[in-house]
C-alpha cells in the first residue's frame, strides 16, 4: 500500500537511536527524506551514524546536530532541513530524556535538578520545535505532527513521578495544538508506547547483571512484575512504535485522525 509519504520531508527529533531511529529508518523505507535532529549522530565503534546507516541502505538522510532546547538551534533545523530538501511535510517530537533506570528513585527521593531536564527537554523540546516547524506546515498547506508520550502517563508508574507529568503535559498539548492547527490542515497526534526495549534497556540490563547479586536479582524481579502487566506478555520493539507513527503521520491511512493519543503497549492499559 502506497502511505503517501514518498518525497515528504520528516523531521524526527532523537532520532539517532531507539525508537526515533527505528522510525527515520521506517519513514525512509516508505521514500520520505528524513532529517535527523540530535544532540548526537547515533554513531558507536559497532554502529553508523543513523543518517550514514539509510544513505548506505539508498534513503536519502542528513542529520542536523539539534538540543531541542534551544530554540536557535530548532530555527537552524528548520533553515537546513528546507535548504537541502526544500520542504517539510511530517514532524515527529521524540527527543525526551527519560528516568535513569528501572531503579530510578521514588518521587521523594528525586533530585529537583534533574526535573529540568526531563521538562526541558521532554516538553519545551516539543514545544519548541512545535512552535518553529509548526510554524511552517502551518503557512504552506499543512502537514502532520506526532508526539511520544508514555503510557506511564496515562496508567501511573511510581518511579517515574516527574517524566510521568512531563509526557502527560504532552497529551494535553497534542490535544490543543490539533484544535489549533487544524484549520490549517497541520494534523496533530500522539503516540504512547509502553516499555519497549531499545539499546538504553540493553545497557540498564548489562549494568545491572554486571553489579550482580541484589542489583541483577531487583532488575529481574521488577522485569518479570512488569511483565505481568502486559496482555501480550512482551515488551515492544522500537521498530513496533516506529510503524504506527509512520501510519499516523501518513496521509493516505489517517488523512482524517487528528487529536488522538494512540497506545502501542501490547494491552497495558487493559491488562
Ligand atoms: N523506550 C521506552 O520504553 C519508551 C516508553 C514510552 C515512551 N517512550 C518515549 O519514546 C521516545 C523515544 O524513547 P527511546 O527509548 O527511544 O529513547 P532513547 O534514549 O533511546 O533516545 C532518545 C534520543 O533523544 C536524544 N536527545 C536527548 N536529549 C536531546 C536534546 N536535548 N535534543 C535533541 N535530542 C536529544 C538522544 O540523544 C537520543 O538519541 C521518548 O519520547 C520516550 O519518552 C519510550
Not at 539517532?16 to 521514500?31: P, V
Not at 537546513?80 to 527521593?109: C, H, I, Q, Y
Not at 526535573?115 to 504552506?140: A, E, F, M, P, Y
Not at 490539533?178 to 504512547?192: K, T
Request: hydrophobic letters at 40%.
Amino acid at each position: 500500500m502506497d502511505l503517501g509519504l514518498a518525497g515528504q520531508v520528516v523531521v524526527i527529533t532523537g532520532g539517532a537511536n531507539g525508537i526515533g531511529r527505528a522510525t527515520a529508518r521506517a519513514f525512509a523505507r516508505e521514500g520520505a527524506k528524513v532529517v535527523i535532529a540530535d544532540i548526537s549522530d547515533g554513531a558507536d565503534a559497532n554502529v553508523p551514524a543513523a543518517a550514514q546507516e539509510i544513505v548506505e541502505d539508498g534513503g536519502e538522510a542528513i542529520f542536523v546536530r539539534t538540543d531541542v532546547t534551544s530554540m536557535s538551534d530548532v530555527e537552524r533545523l528548520r533553515d537546513e532541513a528546507l535548504e537541502v530538501f526544500g520542504r517539510l511535510d511530517v514532524l515527529v517530537n521524540n527527543a525526551a530524556k527519560l528516568p535513569t533506570s528501572m531503579t530510578a528513585p521514588f518521587f521523594w527521593d528525586e533530585d529537583p535538578e534533574e526535573w529540568d531536564g526531563l521538562i526541558d527537554v521532554g516538553l519545551k523540546g516539543t514545544l519548541n520545535c512545535s512552535k518553529v516547524l509548526g510554524d511552517h506546515l502551518r503557512q504552506h498547506g499543512g502537514g502532520s505532527i506526532v508526539n511520544l508520550s508514555s503510557d506511564s502517563a496515562r496508567r501511573g508508574e511510581q518511579r517515574e513521578t516527574t517524566y510521568s507529568a512531563v509526557k502527560a503535559a504532552i497529551i494535553g498539548f497534542t490535544q490543543s495544538a490539533a484544535i489549533g492547527l487544524g484549520p490549517a490542515q497541520v494534523r496533530v497526534n500522539c503516540v504512547s508506547p509502553g516499555r519497549t526495549i531499545t539499546e538504553r534497556h540493553d545497557r540498564y540490563r548489562e549494568d545491572a547483571m554486571a553489579q550482580g547479586g541484589e542489583a541483577a536479582a531487583t532488575f529481574e524481579d521488577r522485569e518479570k512484575r512488569a511483565l505481568k502487566l502486559y496482555p501480550l506478555r512482551k515488551f515492544g520493539r522500537p521498530d513496533e512504535v516506529a510503524k504506527v507513527i509512520v501510519g499516523i503521520a501518513s496521509p493516505v491511512m489517517s488523512g482524517h485522525v487528528t487529536g488522538q493519543i494512540i497506545s502501542v503497549n501490547g494491552g497495558y492499559h487493559v491488562g
